[in-house]
T-cell receptor, first 115, second 117 residues
Framework: AQKVTQAQTEISVVEKEDVTLDCVYETRDTTYYLFWYKQPPSGELVFLIR??????QNEISGRYSWNFQKSTSSFNFTITASQVVDSAVYFCALIASNQGGKLIFGQGTELSVKP | GAVVSQHPSWVICKSGTSVKIECRSLDFQATTMFWYRQFPKQSLMLMATSNEGSKATYEQGVEKDKFLINHASLTLSTLTVTSAHPEDSSFYICSAPGTRAFRETQYFGPGTRLLVL
């Protein structure tokens, strides 16, 4: 069975603080893909990153960075120098290669960045 | 990039009526589309997989007779909520994979907010 756990339901930080959103996943498949999506109040999902199970390189995109560790089945997301516009719900998600493209979402973490 | 549209974006209806939501892939073909439902403060839950030219596959606990899915063409899937009730009020989102292999990013529609009075 596939499962994604985001233990942090809500996080509140002050602008310019760094914040890390945790994601732990479970799958028996050796080939899988991990995603992060941002959902602002409008509701529309915004794709942030995709990582396949064979690529453990960390990635940085501007203020965003991702740390993928297969040894701990984690795919954490860090926002550096957070801004008010980063306030949203963030979802970690998983697709296993033999699951027909079904995305399994974590519970989501609501990030509130206060000025 | 690939675009998926949904129509309508908002719908308010009376209890007992049926509501149809359209999901279109605008610049690519999608033999498969997915329908998700999201209640307030909750995650997205997969309802069903829509397959072009064949029956949809429903997740456990989703009533197929209540949530009718039709995938009539390679660019259009529809979800009909039949005899809607207040508990069906939710945010419905569709998605389509960019490739048959599902390795590419799934493209999400903007969602449809349904309020049943």
């Amino acid at each position: 069975a596939q499962k994604v756990t985001q233990a942090q339901t809500e996080i509140s930080v002050v602008e310019k603080e760094d914040v890390t959103l945790d994601c732990v996943y479970e799958t028996r498949d050796t080939t899988y893909y991990l995603f992060w999506y941002k959902q602002p109040p409008s509701g529309e999902l915004v794709f942030l990153i995709r990582r396949n199970s064979f690529d453990e390189q960390n990635e940085i995109s501007g203020r965003y960075s991702w740390n993928f560790q297969k040894s701990t089945s984690s795919f954490n997301f860090t926002i550096t120098a957070s801004q008010v516009v980063d306030s949203a719900v963030y979802f970690c998600a998983l697709i296993a290669s033999n699951q027909g493209g079904k995305l399994i979402f974590g519970q989501g973490t609501e990030l509130s960045v206060k000025p | 990039g690939a675009v998926v549209s949904q129509h309508p974006s908002w719908v308010i209806c009376k209890s007992g009526t049926s509501v149809k939501i359209e999901c279109r892939s605008l610049d690519f073909q999608a033999t498969t589309m997915f329908w998700y439902r999201q209640f307030p403060k909750q995650s997205l839950m997969l309802m069903a997989t829509s397959n072009e030219g064949s029956k949809a596959t429903y997740e456990q606990g989703v009533e197929k007779d209540k949530f009718l899915i039709n995938h009539a063409s390679l660019t259009l899937s529809t979800l009909t909520v039949t005899s809607a009730h207040p508990e069906d009020s939710s945010f419905y989102i569709c998605s389509a994979p960019g490739t048959r292999a599902f390795r590419e990013t799934q493209y999400f529609g903007p969602g449809t907010r349904l309020l049943v009075l």
